[in-house]
């Protein structure tokens, strides 16, 4: 039972209720359909020359075998040999039922283990086509979910699909096929007796047919949940010092215990209705086994069948129950196996924003013109991020992007590395339109780096190499040293082979923003984009980095999104920004002269540190 908690400890300001109200997932209301299951059934086609008729051949002699044995047990052992006193017809006759049952689990051994390697080949290729779409989505769809959500349709979702593939699939043919056989077997035994046994079955399709809309919407629902607890984990997790520096964490678990609670209803909720399947076929059984011994024992008392088919039809039932409440369970594993197909599918048909035209260009010497011509931008087409944006950059030169927070800044650099796509207006690179440039080619000529730097888990070397995966360890050294990364390195453990965690937790601030530096610097890029990249690094680190940008930055386009003086003073151009609008533009000294915004940010800065 479920610890109960106080109503202390339950009670949560509201505010940190709303936190997951931006949430894409919710449960998608879709009709079950055939097209859709067909699209998940066509992961297999790779693999329709080798594995999946090796199960379908072990599949069928297990079937043909299971359909011989209680004729050859019934009418022939006995009837023809136990009857009639044959014994040398009995001998032969176990003999062979024995070979059979040898062969029967030859081919169930086979079976379990090719549908096994199937489905595992199967759900590896599904994970990895959704992994590779999602890479490939645009920014905006990344905006509106959580990293959580998406782990849970990557991860989750597929592994809900793996009892599907593994057995459903092929059970669910095996079963459907020996239902046929033995109802034809059944049949041509007693017609009679057959039509007696088998007319409670459709009361029985009616009332699971009845559920099917409730448990696969029950289905839906808990993905949805596990979906918002992964996402309230990952955020948890990664904020942990947040929640302690402001003494959270009461409200933190009781969000948790919420989330946790609803998780935990919304399974009892599905395996109760789950669970109603099994029962039904049950009873079913029961009443059919009834009608078997009344009706019967009746047509053998009138001679109407023998003793053998009796006992065959014995058999039979026996079987034929068995399948019809596997296919109850498989029916099951179906309608979740839907639910997270349609969460899977749902990103699947999630097409990019941000995409290549069809011919586009592929630009091998980038120079580094940056034009925009009046560029309008908006990231929720209800409010302008940038309003008729007009400048140029031209090759090589170094510019900065001043202003408050939220002016646009951030969005002309996006806009540079086509993240996003301009709302209305042209951003041209060397004279062409940024859209009908390959990303491919676009985005190799840039190197970005953020003032929130990710450190992958690996090694500093590896960490440094990411953005050219082709370069030397001598060419990363070299990259370090430039930058000034290269002594903190060497003093780590192990050097340029010490493991560093996700985030590179056990570097400083400092360190982390050093490595993003010679990462970028070694992917030797022809425009660079720093965006608040020395904020949080020391005097005595940006001293260093400011003497490496000097030299490192010569013939390359640049753009310097920061408030600090020191990085922006020296800019070839500097563009001030207001509001989405570019309201100054020319180098220090000429904007100091006019005593407009920018005169006003450096003077605003001079009395900060002054006052500090």
């Known amino acids: ?73 019934g009418v022939y052992i006995l009837e023809k040999a136990i009857v009639e006193k044959n014994g040398e017809l009995l001998t032969w006759l176990i003999v062979a039922v024995g070979i059979l049952y040898l062969l029967s689990y030859l081919s169930n051994y086979f079976r379990i283990r090719w549908t096994n390697q199937l489905g595992q080949n199967i759900i590896y290729d599904l994970r990895k086509h959704l992994f590779t779409h999602v890479e490939r989505l645009s920014h905006r769809f990344f905006d509106s979910r959580s990293a959580g959500s998406i782990l849970v349709r990557i991860m989750n979702d597929t592994n809900s699909l793996q009892e599907l593939f593994t057995n459903g699939v092929i059970n669910l043919l095996m079963d459907a096929i020996m239902l046929v056989g033995i109802i034809i077997i059944l049949f041509s035994l007693s017609p009679q007796l057959a039509l007696a046994v088998m007319v409670i079955l459709p009361i029985m399709f009616l009332i699971t047919t009845k559920l099917r809309r409730n448990i696969r919407k029950s289905w839906q629902i808990v993905r949805l949940k596990q979906s918002k607890m992964n996402s309230h984990l990952n955020e948890s997790i990664q904020g942990i010092r947040i929640t302690q520096s402001f003494t959270q964490e009461r409200e933190n678990m009781a969000f948790f215990d919420g989330i946790n609670t609803e998780n935990y209803e919304s399974w009892r909720n599905a395996t109760k209705r789950n669970a109603m399947f099994r029962p039904f076929v049950e009873m079913t059984n029961a009443v059919g086994t009834i009608i078997l ?64 035209r069809e011919n586009a260009i592929e630009l091998d010497e980038v120079k580094g013109h940056i034009q925009f011509e009046n560029v309008y ?21 170094r510019v900065a992007l001043v202003g ?64 050219r995966p082709d370069a030397t360890d001598e060419e990363v050294v070299e990259a370090a040293k430039a930058i000034g990364a290269h002594d903190f390195i060497v003093k780590l453990p192990n050097g340029y082979d010490t493991e560093v965690e996700e985030r590179g937790n056990i570097l400083s601030v400092g360190e982390r923003q050093l490595l993003s530096f010679a990462r970028a610097l070694l992917a030797d890029p022809k425009i660079l984009i720093l965006d608040e990249a020395t904020a949080s690094i020391d005097t005595e680190s940006e001293v260093r980095i400011q003497t490496a940008l000097q030299r490192l930055l010569k013939g390359r386009t640049s753009i310097i999104i920061a408030h600090r003086l020191s990085t922006i003073r020296d800019a070839d151009k500097i563009f001030v920004l207001d509001h989405g609008n570019l309201i100054e533009q020319g180098n220090h000294e000429q904007l100091m002269e006019k005593r407009g915004e920018y005169y006003k940010l450096v003077s605003a800065q001079f009395k900060m540190l002054g006052a500090g």
């Open 1 to 73: 039972m479920k610890k109960q908690q106080s109503e202390s400890e339950r009670k949560v300001h509201p505010n940190v209720l709303d936190r997951f109200h931006y949430s894409q997932d919710r449960v998608i209301e879709k009709p079950f359909n055939w097209e859709q299951l067909l699209r998940l059934l066509s992961y297999m086609k790779p693999y329709a020359k080798n594995l999946l008729p090796l199960s379908l051949v072990s599949v069928f002699i297990t079937m043909i075998i299971r359909l011989v044995i209680p004729i050859l047990i």
């Open 293 to 356: 011994i009344l009706y019967g024992s009746h047509l053998l008392q009138s001679n109407m069948i023998t003793l053998g088919v009796f006992v065959s039809f014995v058999f039979y039932l026996g079987m034929f129950w068995e399948p019809i409440s596997r296919l109850g369970q498989i029916y099951n594993q179906l309608l979740m196996a839907m639910a997270s197909s349609e969460r899977i599918f749902e990103f699947l048909d999630e097409k990019p924003i941000v995409s290549d």
């Open 377 to 397: 931008f908006s990231y929720d087409q209800k409010r302008s991020a940038l309003n008729g944006i007009n400048l140029e950059i031209r090759p090589g030169q």
């Open 404 to 467: 408050h927070t939220g002016s646009g800044k951030t969005t002309i650099a996006n806009l540079v590395a086509r993240f996003y796509d301009a709302t209305d207006g042209v951003v041209k690179i060397d004279g062409y339109n940024i859209k009908d440039i390959s990303l491919q080619s676009l985005r190799k000529n840039i190197s970005i780096v953020l003032q929130e730097t990710f450190i992958f888990s690996g090694t500093i070397m590896e960490n440094i190499r990411f953005g």
